[in-house]
């Protein structure tokens, strides 16, 4: 059974930083593209970021390039996204998914549970 566990959101004041993890399991975690999705209050999905399975190449939405970064231990079975320079347009839910290929673009096959990222003063 495939599984994904997001941790890491919490409250952060404007400009500041949080690491969020995704914990996989049920699957080949290297053989997969994973990518972050975030929902923002009242709104629909967004897009963050993707990497394919190897880790060798990331991709962001225009919004978030320079401030986040994605990552992944293929060894722990982890993915990450660093956000940095936080704005409080960045409040959603940010989830993990699981992409269907190796490669990103191909679209996203499971979903976690999400985990809440609030910015605020």
């Known amino acids: 059974e495939v599984q994904l566990v997001e941790s890491g959101g919490g409250l952060v004041q404007p400009g500041g930083s949080l690491r969020l993890s995704c914990a996989a399991s049920?699957?080949?975690?290297?053989?997969?593209?994973m990518s972050w999705v975030r929902q923002a209050p009242g709104k629909g999905l967004e897009w963050v970021s993707a990497?394919?399975?190897?880790?060798?190449?990331?991709y962001y939405a225009d919004s978030m390039k320079g401030r986040f970064t994605i990552s992944r231990d293929n060894a722990e079975n982890t993915l990450y996204l660093q956000l940095n320079s936080l704005k409080t347009e960045d409040t959603a839910m940010y989830y993990c998914?699981?992409?269907?290929?190796?490669?990103?673009?191909?679209?996203?096959?499971?979903w976690g549970k999400g985990t809440l990222v609030t910015i605020s003063s």
């Open positions: 990497i394919v399975g190897g880790g060798g190449s990331t």
């Open positions: 998914t699981k992409d269907l290929n190796y490669y990103v673009g191909y679209g996203m096959d499971y």
């Open positions: 049920g699957f080949l975690f290297s053989s997969y593209a």
